[in-house]
């Protein structure tokens, strides 16, 4: 697949249209979005946890579908989702980002992302969202660093340390884990980061937002093992190499194009005022976030 795919407007154009033809053009102010690939076994159990309001807001979980062989689509029908079934497979980056573009055209106000394998907390939701509807930050993330992970893989947990001193040492922002899929920003800044990645769309996503100037924070979360099924993104070597290049790649783009210094020194770690339960990092102030 290559990254020319990803960004072809006809399948999102069509995949777009399909949607609100069956589910109308309206969305509540959160939009829950879940990239889900062959995973009929979790992604029942995953929707039933998902909360109907957070803070008194109205959700709605749109579930892109992409090429599946099984029954992902028609279980998550059932559970109540929104599926966006799009008929050839182009990988998690681009479902999500079709999956973005659906919950900015509904105007939603907040998307929250997490995975279909029941590797993340429903309960840790509400948490992540929190320093975004308060307007203390533009983007929230996850980290298993601060928070908590199940997985005994040793190369795993290893590859969490590694990319984000690579993360913070190229963009000077202090991030504990560049990879964690539960996190929340406001609707906006999915359309003004560029996206090109069909499968690790991730380290892209994080480092563009850094690039723009977004105020980023990191909420402490729990990784749990898959609930069913196996990764779809390949060994770990084949992840580590995969993922390494988005990093670099996307650094590279990102510096020589963003609007917002890069490599900057490093800012240090503080916590979300007024937010106890929250620690993390907040981007340097006074950066101007641009939107496209
Ligand atoms: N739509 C779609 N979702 C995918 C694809 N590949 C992975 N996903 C989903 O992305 C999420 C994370 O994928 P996973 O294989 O668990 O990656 P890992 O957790 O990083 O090992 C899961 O919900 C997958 O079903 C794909 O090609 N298309
Ligand atoms: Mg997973």
């Known amino acids: 697949m290559s990254t020319s795919d990803v960004t072809r407007h006809d399948i999102d154009d069509a995949a777009l249209a399909a949607f609100t033809a069956e589910h109308g053009g309206d969305l509540p102010p959160i939009a829950i979005v879940i990239a889900a690939y062959n995973e009929e076994q979790g992604i029942g159990a995953v929707l039933k946890e998902i909360p109907a309001l957070i803070d008194g807001l109205e959700t709605a979980t749109i579930v892109v579908v992409d090429g599946a062989s099984d029954d992902t689509a028609a279980v998550a029908r059932r559970a109540g989702a929104l599926v966006c079934d799009v008929p050839v497979n182009r990988g ?15 105007g939603a106000s907040y998307i929250v992302t997490t995975d279909a394998d029941g590797q993340y907390d429903p309960a840790d939701m509400r948490r992540v969202l929190e320093p975004v509807t308060r307007g203390e930050a533009d983007f929230a993330t996850g980290s298993r660093l601060l928070g908590r992970q199940e997985t005994h ?21 202090r991030v504990t884990d560049t990879s964690f899929g539960l996190r929340a920003m406001r609707a906006e800044v999915t359309g003004a980061v560029e996206l090109r990645q069909p499968q690790y769309q991730s380290s892209e996503l994080l480092i563009g937002v850094i690039a723009r100037g977004y105020r980023i924070v990191e909420v402490p979360a729990t990784m749990r093992l898959r609930a069913a099924g196996s990764t779809k993104k390949g060994g770990n070597l084949v992840y580590g190499y995969r ?16 609007p917002a210094p890069m490599s900057a020194p490093m800012s240090a770690p503080v916590s979300v005022p ?3 339960p929250v620690s993390g990092s907040v981007s340097a102030p006074g950066r101007s976030a641009k939107t496209k």
């Not at 893989?153 to 190229?170: C, E, Q, Y």
């Not at 993922?243 to 963003?258: H, K, M, P």
Request: glycine share 12%; hydrophobic share 45%.
């Open 274 to 276: 007024g937010s106890a």
């Open 243 to 258: 993922y390494s290049r988005v990093v670099l790649g996307t650094w590279w783009r990102e510096r020589r194009s963003s």
């Open 153 to 173: 893989d040793l190369v795993r947990r290893l590859g969490v340390h590694v990319f984000a001193w690579l993360i913070s040492r190229l963009t000077g922002q």
């Open 92 to 106: 998690q980056g681009a479902a999500l980002r079709l999956g973005y573009r659906i919950a900015r055209a509904g």
